[in-house]
Structures are given as C-alpha cells and as structure tokens.
C-alpha cells in the first residue's frame, strides 16, 4: 500500500461527471487550468460518479469504463499523480453524508431557479424533476465542503453553482460553528466552446465535439466537417468569424493569431480551406503529447488502478477528518465521533 501523504497547502477541487470521453471543451473549460495550477496547490480531482447518476440512472453499467476513460484523459491531458490526488466520489461515502446535512436548510425554490438547473431541465415542470438532478448543486456543495477547497476551477456556466455553494457554506458556518472556508472561482481564461456544428454547447450528446483522445485523421475530419460562415460562398466573400465555430477555436487555442484571422477572413483574403489547415496543425501539436501519455499509461493499466486507489484512500482520510468536525459542529458527535463498541 502506498503511503498516504498528507496535505499541507491551500486546496483547488475540480472534477467531471464520469458520462463519457472528455472534449476540447472540457479541456478549455477547466481542465487546462487545473493542469497549469496543480502545483500551486493540493489539487483534487473528483471522479463523480455519483453525479453521473443523475441523468444516467438507468444506466449504471457504463460508469466503471467511463471512469477508466476519463482518467486516461486526465492523465494524457497533463494531470500529474504526484501532484494531484485522483479520487471516486462514491468511495468517499462522507461526501453523501454532507449533502444529508446540506439539504436541510437549501429551499426547493433556490434550486429550480438556479440558472443551470433551469437551462439543463428545459422546460420541465417541477413535478417532472427528479430530486437528485435538482439536488446537484447541493451534492456539488458537499464535494467542495468536505475537502474544505480555497479555489474552483470553473468555466463561466458553472458560476450560479458556485454561488450557492458560497451561500450554503456561509449558513452552516453561521448556524453552528465555522467550519469550511468559502472557495473561490478561478475562471478559465479561454472561451466557452460552440459545437463543430455552431450549436452554443459542445456537448456529447449532441455528437459535435472533438474529444482529447481523437487520432490526427480524426482531428482532420472534424475540422474539415465542421461548419462555418454560412454567407461565404467563394473563398473570398467577406466572411463574419464570430458566428464561425472554427474562429472560436481559433481564438480559444490560437490566441495570437485570432486578431489576423479575424481580419483575413473579414476582408475575404483567407479562405475557410486554409483557416480550417492553421488550426488543425496547432490544436494536432496540442494533441501530439497528450497521444503520446496516454499510450504510456494504457500500456501500463496497473498503475491507473493504484492511482485511483491512492488518490482515493488520501480523500478518504480527508473526509472523516472534516465530518468529525462537523458532527461536533452540530452536536452529532454523540458517543466519541459515533464510534459505538
Ligand atoms: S475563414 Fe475561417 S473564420 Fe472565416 S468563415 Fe472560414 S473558417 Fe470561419
């Protein structure tokens, strides 16, 4: 067993619904900047599972090899083991606790009106809802909670979670003891990503993402199929780049060269073949050593499951220590940390 290290700096937690591959738009969300940080911090990263759950209930089979996946993509992606503590959130059952507690004082309203909830359910009526998707942003506060983390890398979506989360902290610190600091939003300075099809959100489900672990000639395909300026017919009709998800992805992962791009396609002196050529070589060099870890680690699966076990005993070990804190907090604490012999 490895020796479990303890923590000594200010904590960053970020993590993923395990729902599947991650995407350019995962990486330009946040996982870029939790790669960039993981060192200024004692990062964690949440494997949530759990979350998963609540819109994949139904289908609890595919978890564990999404969860084998998104770690690869984790560690092709630069996540470092020695850096940052990988971990499952349903193994970390304190996590589940917390959110019993959180629940208490969160009203039903603030949840149906939080903006994410109401853009991810649609139009469905309350009565339609199930209480573990309108109860996400609670369980989100517990996984924040219980590692007491400082900083949260977000993109700019998941900034109404943040703030309920904030308020929660703030009222069970002020119902019964201070216990848990209040985090902050580190927001990703890259832009939200539209789909490959210009639909407002990359997303899986919608089938228009590039994923981190796509081959070159899958990078070439998405490029070459994903559309742009309607209105420009010849290559040098005046293009208009902000509608144009290639010029998005240009601006996210091409930064200095944007404002050129930007001006050759306004003009019509670019056209979208050769726009389409300059991001695929920047985003294939991105790409290249990411390739390169993650055949490192298939090669050498073994070490996957230590690093998810290690990471997870560490959170483990985290959690009783902050849940004791709380159950004396709130009087729970009745027979020496609820230890009965
Ligand atoms: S030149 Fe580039 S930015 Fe302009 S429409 Fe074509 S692909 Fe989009």
């Known amino acids: 067993m490895n020796q479990i290290i303890p923590f000594s700096k200010e904590r960053m937690l970020s993590g993923d619904r395990v729902t599947g591959k991650l995407h350019l738009g995962h990486y330009a969300g946040s996982l870029h900047n939790r790669v960039k940080l993981q060192s200024r911090y004692d990062t964690l990263v949440m494997l949530a599972d759990v979350q998963a759950l609540t819109t994949h209930f139904d289908h609890p089979e595919n978890i564990s090899r999404h969860l084998r996946e998104i770690t690869l993509d984790y560690l092709a992606a630069g996540v470092d083991p020695n850096e940052s503590t990988i971990f499952i959130q349903s193994m970390v059952p304190e996590i589940a606790e917390l959110t019993v507690f959180f629940s208490m004082f969160v009203t039903v309203n603030s949840l149906r009106h939080n903006p994410t909830i109401k853009a991810e359910s649609g139009n469905r009526s309350l009565g339609e809802l199930y209480y573990g998707f309108l109860g996400y942003p609670v369980s989100q506060t517990s996984d924040i909670a219980f590692c007491k983390a400082t900083v949260i890398p977000v993109g700019e979506d998941q900034l109404p979670h943040l703030e309920l989360t904030r308020k929660l902290i703030r009222r069970f610190n002020e119902l019964y003891r201070p216990v848990f600091p209040e985090p902050q939003a580190i927001i990703s ?153």
């Open 189 to 341: 300075e890259m832009p939200r990503l539209v789909g490959t099809d210009g639909n407002a959100k990359m997303s899986k489900s919608l089938g228009n993402t590039i994923p981190l672990d796509c081959t070159e000639e899958e990078l070439a395909f998405k490029i070459r199929k994903a559309v742009t300026d309607p209105a420009r017919v010849h290559k040098d009709d005046p293009g208009h780049p902000e509608i144009c998800p290639i010029f998005s992805y240009h601006q996210a992962f091409r930064s200095q060269e944007a404002d050129k791009i930007q001006e050759a396609c306004q003009m019509g002196s670019i056209g979208c073949t050769m726009c389409k050529r300059c991001l695929f070589k920047d985003l294939n060099l991105m790409l290249e050593p990411m390739r390169e870890r993650r055949a490192m680690y298939t090669r050498r699966s073994d070490d996957i499951e230590d690093i998810l076990k290690t990471g997870t005993r560490r959170a483990q070990e985290l959690a009783k220590e902050t849940l004791g804190e709380v159950r004396e907090a709130m009087g729970l604490d009745y027979f020496n940390h609820n230890q009965v012999n």
